[in-house]
T-cell receptor, first 116, second 113 residues
């Protein structure tokens, strides 16, 4: 199993350009997540999808859109990139929580995005 | 807005020493997870604690969840160079069928041989 895969690994954009970050998981997980990681700020949730067909905003959704294409794939789109969106982006997946159980989130290797 | 404060943010110690990393919040969480992240990779789960006062051990690492489920600590005994990495705590809540995590800023740990 590949786990969680992300493409591309690196990307440089000019201000105003658009791009889509791709994420796929092969663990048959219901829930998927997009985070950004900035120095000194840990990971912050951008959007999440509890199950196929649903998406919801996280802590920092402004400037982003998402699509849960099917159970495996969850993409993140930057419509008009800004320098403030320079960051490392991580996709993660997990089982849907049941009862009081909390499940591990499995993270991809990240996409390093620079907006100039 | 739920916040998690981790301290210290940076820690550099000699091999064999003990250390404790703290994770504090004013909010109550249903669970507290600790992740470790290597350079160029995504975080990997170390442990999940869900009960107030719970203590879990993973070899030389001891994790504790506060009685009020607002704080947690990670204690490493006899640190080894292989323990070097970024340690992240994350408070968990179940909202609208999803497991949402709020992460602390991270503690960058360096163990010198």
């Amino acid at each position: 199993n590949a786990g969680v895969t992300q493409t591309p690994k690196f990307q440089v954009l000019k201000t105003g350009q658009s791009m889509t970050l791709q994420c796929a998981q092969d663990m048959n997980h219901n829930s998927m997540y997009w985070y950004r990681q900035d120095p000194g700020m840990g990971l912050r949730l951008i959007y999440y999808s509890a199950s196929e067909g649903t998406t919801d905003k996280g802590e920092v959704p402004n400037g982003y859109n998402v699509s849960r294409l099917n159970k495996r794939e969850f993409s993140l789109r930057l419509e008009s990139a800004a320098p403030s969106q320079t960051s490392v982006y991580f996709c993660a997946s997990s089982e849907a929580p049941g009862g009081t159980g909390f499940y591990e989130q499995y993270f991809g290797p990240g996409t390093r995005l620079t907006v100039t | 807005t739920q916040l998690l404060e981790q301290s210290p943010q940076f820690l550099s110690i000699q091999e064999g020493e003990n250390l404790t990393v703290y994770c504090n919040s004013s909010s109550v969480f249903s669970s507290l997870q600790w992740y470790r992240q290597e350079p160029g990779e995504g975080p990997v789960l170390l442990v999940t604690v869900v009960t107030g006062g719970e203590v879990k051990k993973l070899k030389r690492l001891t994790f504790q969840f506060g009685d009020a489920r607002k704080d947690s600590s990670l204690h490493i005994t006899a640190a080894q160079p292989g323990d070097t990495g970024l340690y992240l705590c994350a408070g968990g809540s179940i909202i609208q069928g999803a497991q949402k995590l709020v992460f602390g800023q991270g503690t960058r740990l360096t163990i010198n041989p």
